[in-house]
């Protein structure tokens, strides 16, 4: 396409869509005003009916639980693509060793980074987990705590050097993560149908309001995507860390350098 | 509107112009970072913590590192 046709399209494109962005914007609450309708019903609603006081994951699991089975299965499908992307050219065979390119310098890392990475690792993993478990009482929830814990995995490579880590992460419980967490949320919303309810009713107990382990289903919806967005990350980081190794064909057991 | 708010949609404002403004890919992803831990402060500001986790952690920590690993792929498949 020539740049004056591409300009051309763009002013067009700007001229259709200005008075109708135009119209939707003006007719929004003014910036910073009080809490909008939507949020206050169900700030109201969320701990009557659901017995949770993070009115966030009501919303993403609960009242709009399809949306995120949508989202989830996106994040499934975009990671299985990059993986079978980078993967594919690589090989299945999990014994395979990666080893330092020829000719690539290797920086040493300084003491003061690994002692950072064994002193934050552990912390970051901690409240990973801690932010996955309450997501039905505190902000964040499955999706925040699953991506700090495969930052905290990073944290292992960057402190204990790239063997050690895909040691901890190059095995099939990623993968397992991954589909599992998808799984396990599409479950939650099919097993309600056996019982003779609807797609992803709350039919479960759901528990005492601030407790953690309120929110009935919303607790293994929650569960499952933590684990799909820690196996996701973890393996897109590894898939894409790859890129940047050598593979060796073996059996694994033969020591590496690096 | 606060202080505090006008000063971090100014800090966002310039933190987005310096990514558009480097030039150099690895200089682009770092500013891509920091636009990020603006963007983390501004939710949470504006009370969404939810947000700014999220934030934190994918526009911060993930897709930063994603890029420059893409950057040194690409940098050793040019040296072959």
Known sequence: MKPGLRVALFAVAVLCLVPAVWHVAAAMPPFGSETAQYGMVVNKLGPELRHISNMVSAVNFDFRGLDTIGEEFMLVGAVTGAVLLLRGSRGENIADRADVIAGRAVVGRAESTILICRVFGPLLLLFGLYMALHATVTPGGGFQGGVMLASGLVLAYLGEGYRGWR???????????????????????????????????????????????????????????????????????????????????????????? | MSVLLAGLLILAALAGTGVVLSREPRRQVFALAANGAVLTLLFFALQAPDVALSELAVGTAATPLLFLVALAAMRIDRQR
């Open chain 1, 167 to 258: 040691r901890l992460v190059g095995s099939r419980v990623m993968d397992l993560f991954e589909g599992g967490g998808a799984f396990v949320f599409a479950l939650a919303g099919l097993a309600p149908m056996a019982a003779g309810a609807a797609f992803l009713e709350n039919v479960l107990p759901l528990g005492k309001f601030k407790d953690v382990f309120s929110g009935g289903l919303m607790l293994i919806e929650n569960a499952g995507v933590a684990f799909a967005v820690t196996g996701g990350f973890t393996l897109l980081f590894l898939e894409f860390l790859e890129e940047t190794r050598v593979v060796v064909k073996g059996d694994g057991g033969a020591e590496e350098r690096r």
